[in-house]
């Protein structure tokens, strides 16, 4: 069930995320009130995984995945752009959250 609070917390970041960009510094009520209200959310859905998930495993892969689905959000829904390096970079943090959870002894399934 920890797993699935993780799962749900890393939507919600991306979800609060995507919201903060598009409030416009704050200045767009809707967006901005959706943005505090999925950090909010994700911080306690966060918390739970937290339970029983190693806290540098949990936070690896939460803001590994969230940099990759937040990246994703960026090129298609606010047509921003990533250069060769951003790709790379990006893929090694993929790789890294992909040792994590499949070489790792510290992650439990």
Known sequence: MNWLFLILAIVG??????ALKASEGFTKFAPTALSMTAFAITLYLFALALR?????IAYA?????????ISVIGIVIF???LDAPALIGIAM??????????FSSSVSH
């Open 79 to 81: 047509k921003q752009s």
């Open 61 to 69: 892969i939460w803001a590994g995945l969230g940099i990759i689905f």
């Open 13 to 18: 970041e991306v979800i609060g995320t995507s």
């Open 93 to 102: 943090i993929l790789g890294g959250v992909v040792v994590i959870n499949l």
């Open 52 to 56: 029983t998930i190693p806290v540098g």
